[in-house]
């Protein structure tokens, strides 16, 4: 969907056709609600926030409709005493999987690795275990994310070689050409169009037209906007 029919879609819902009642809606406004629209749908998918009460990857469907945020990106690990650790990429949104190879002084042939996500408050008890702690015989280990970063255990056990990163990117967010930019005073010199299938952007343009109707305190706009993003998600 290009730029200029989602900028019309999004005024006729609110100004029925041509009333002009909202005329003075700014193009950083509808901008800045369709990008909105953008996270809020991607949020709700990825949860199974939605109708069908189905997560990412549970249906074909989802699957489809998600796979243009699916991203792989090799990342570069720096070693610490007890683990890996690398900067996740600048786009990052949700975590899939991570993609990790190792040798050992023993093994020099890189070994892929079984990795399991766990939570940061049990890797004190989970590095000391000896079914579930990292394990290069049994090429298994422990992940975690803090701030910025992921990282990889080995107990000092093994070296990692390799490091990927399989995530949920942010979508790009819809930039109209000449319109002001919002965070720094600037115009848009280029437009930035919705990267998502028309079936999806038309949700997201009722959605952004249920925020622009709340912003406004239309609530029957508000009401039936919210109503179409219900229906279709």
């Given at each position: 969907m290009n730029n200029n029919l989602l900028q019309i879609k999004i005024k006729q819902r609110l100004n029925k056709i041509a009333s002009l009642d909202y005329d003075n809606i700014e193009c950083w406004m509808v901008q800045e609600a369709f990008n909105k629209a953008q996270l809020e749908w991607v949020r709700r998918m990825i949860y199974g926030i939605n109708t069908r009460k189905e997560g990412s990857e549970q249906s074909?469907?989802?699957?489809?409709?998600?796979?243009?945020?699916?991203?792989?990106?090799?990342?570069k690990p720096v070693e610490k005493q007890t683990f890996f650790e690398a900067t996740l990429p600048t786009d990052y949104l949700y975590y899939?999987?991570?993609?990790?190879?190792?040798?050992?002084?023993?093994?020099?042939?890189?070994?892929?690795?079984?990795?399991?996500?766990?939570?940061?408050a049990n890797v004190g008890v989970l590095l000391t275990s000896s079914t579930k702690g990292p394990s290069f015989e049994w090429a298994e280990t422990l992940s975690t994310l803090i701030g910025d970063k992921l990282r990889v255990y080995t107990n000092g056990e093994f070296n990692i070689t390799e490091m990927g990163l399989v995530y949920y990117r942010l979508p790009r967010p819809?930039?109209?050409?000449?319109?002001?930019?919002?965070?720094?005073?600037?115009?848009?010199?280029?437009?930035q169009e919705c990267e998502f299938k028309d079936d999806i952007a038309e949700v997201m343009v009722d959605q952004a037209a249920a925020i622009l109707a709340g912003d406004m305190e239309n609530i029957n706009q508000y009401q039936r906007e919210s109503q179409e993003v219900q229906k279709n998600s």
């Open positions: 074909t469907g989802l699957v489809d409709d998600l796979r243009i945020l699916l991203k792989s990106e090799d990342l899939v999987r991570a993609d990790v190879y190792a040798n050992s002084k023993c093994c020099p042939d890189k070994r892929k690795m079984t990795v399991y996500e766990v939570e940061e819809v930039q109209f050409q000449d319109c002001v930019n919002a965070s720094t005073g600037t115009t848009f010199t280029a437009n």
